[in-house]
């Protein structure tokens, strides 16, 4: 089965910096579409960036300059370094994939990773 597995949450004061990690096991393509969401208590989970298979990155305005999301060396890893962090990034954040070739194609979620920014 394909699973996605975050790591890399914690806690951080404001101001200060997180690298979140998604590796990707169970599949032998490459995933289209890679990102992450985020959701924060009594919010809807939202989109914080995206990355796909040929390069189109597309964050939301929030995190725009502050958060970098990039595909490692190792196939289907994906990282979302996130800097300049502040209260309002706490949330759980969650790795997606879009896979759209093999007979295990379709949408894919990590379990999630807690980043609480402290002010």
């Known amino acids: 089965q394909v699973q996605l597995v975050e790591s890399g949450g914690g806690v951080v004061q404001s101001g200060g910096s997180l690298r979140l990690s998604c590796a990707a096991s169970?599949?032998?393509?490459?995933?289209?579409?890679m990102g992450w969401y985020r959701r924060a208590p009594g919010n809807e989970r939202e989109l914080v960036a995206m990355?796909?298979?040929?390069?189109?990155?597309r964050y939301t305005d929030s995190v725009k300059g502050r958060f970098t999301i990039s595909r490692g060396t190792a196939k289907n890893t994906m990282y979302l370094q996130m800097n300049s962090l502040t209260p309002e990034d706490t949330a759980v954040y969650y790795c997606?994939?879009?896979?759209?070739?093999?007979?295990?194609?379709?949408?894919?979620w990590g379990q999630g990773t807690q980043v609480t920014v402290s002010s």
């Open positions: 169970g599949t032998f393509f490459s995933f289209y579409v």
């Open positions: 997606y994939g879009d896979l759209r070739r093999g007979t295990r194609a379709g949408e894919y």
């Open positions: 990355l796909t298979d040929d390069a189109i990155t």
